[in-house]
């Protein structure tokens, strides 16, 4: 009996269910998979989903990085190499020390996240065998929820990198100067992962801060190009590194994090983000050609934010400044706790990816609904912005000196400006506002306004 069929008969004697109604399963499973999987491998997911121990057995079949669900306990996939993130030292929750190492793929149809774990793996991307760029192939990958939502593929003992696969359709993934070549500061927006490159005009070294009972590092730069310039922000081991650049260097950030700062666009990079001082090949004006004025940002971002109604708010939209007042507020838990070290969520004092957590950080996030009169929209503060809506100071949400929930609660009704850029729910539904500023009302100005529509 082959293997096909000798897994259709054990899962027919274990679930009490007819052969035929599990050859129709495996059927309704490889049209569900759209054919990216053998009948074989079909049958071992309905085996799985069904509760049948099929001695854990690989499903070899490569599937497209879109195509990939929760229920594939083993998965092969090709995608080029995004982002590669420095391999990290954990602690599991049973004691035992290890490593582990990330990195993001992409084909035609999505990217997803790999998290490496066995070192074999690791020392190919240590070394420079596996790079940016790079067309790879992931055999026997485990999929399970991903700490940043969606989905990730675990690189365990039993699995494998494989570089410079065999057969491989270049067409099928995006081009490699896509991940390689660097975008110019100017055109960075928020929320988004870049790679840039850019002369140091400012380096204003390194400062120690505490949070929630831990000791941290920071340092803040300057860089610019051609295009304009940004502040960069390096955080701990990276901000140690910023001794080693001066002005006039050229410095290559790799998977840094951009994000809505005070005067501008910051470009964050942690433990993730690589930095490669003066790389060859680059190109960027004299520090001195560099226009940049002290305190400020030039990167493309509006001087002045576009004051809007919520009627008129559409997906994309950026830099949006509304006026309303906050009409609901949702749910009561507030404060997550967040790992200091990969910022995972932190559950009964545990990290999934670094293992036992004694003083977490305490992020607020508060989720509400705003009214202007012309609609509502949905509405997220997070950190900074969520602190300024409710009055409070990182300190007092580390000591739990004071009662978040009723802070909360004074907010509702509040009239306040909010500035934010728009996106999509696609769980909702619905457009949402991330708020990054909150300010209070201009009574004058708002007076003046209102004497000018009348």
Partial sequence: MGELEDLIRTVSEKVAIGEDEVKKKVKEK??????????????????????VKTKNRVIESTVRIGDILPEMKAVSVLGRVKAISP??????????KGKVS????????????????????IDKLESGVIKEGQII?????????????????????????????????ETEFPAEDEFTSALEIGKIVPDSSVNVVGRVIRNFGVNEFERDGRTGKVANLVIGDSSGTAKLVLWNEKAEKSVELAVGDIVRVGNGFVKQ???????????????VKNPEGV???????????????????????????????????KYRQVRGAIVNIFGDNFIHLMCPECNKKVREGQCDKCGIIEKPNKLLIINGTIDDGSGTISVTFFRE???????????????????????VNEALGKEVVVEGSVKRNDYMDRIELNVYEVKPVDAVQAAEKMIGSV
């Fill in 30 to 51: 490889q049209r569900e998979l759209s054919g990216l999987v053998s009948e074989t491998g079909a049958a071992y997911i309905v085996a799985n989903e069904l509760g």
């Fill in 87 to 96: 391999a990290r030292d954990f602690v599991s929750k049973k004691g035992i």
């Fill in 102 to 121: 990330n990195m993001e793929i992409v084909d035609n149809t999505a990217s997803i996240r790999i998290a490496i774990w066995n070192q074999s793996d």
């Fill in 137 to 169: 192939q992931i055999k026997n990958g485990y999929v399970r929820e991903g700490y940043r939502g969606g989905f990730e593929i675990n690189v365990g003992n039993k699995g494998k990198l494989v570089e410079n696969p065999e057969e491989v359709n």
């Fill in 261 to 275: 700062g005070q005067a501008g666009l910051e470009i964050q990079a942690n433990w993730g983000t690589t930095l």
């Fill in 283 to 317: 190109e960027v004006p004299a520090a001195d050609d560099i226009n940049y004025t002290a305190g400020s940002s030039n990167n493309g971002a509006p001087k002045e934010r576009v004051e809007a109604k919520i009627a008129d708010l559409k997906e994309g939209d």
């Fill in 385 to 407: 912005a969520a602190e300024k809506l409710i009055g409070v100071t990182p300190e007092e949400i580390s000591s739990s000196s004071v009662d978040i929930i009723a802070k």
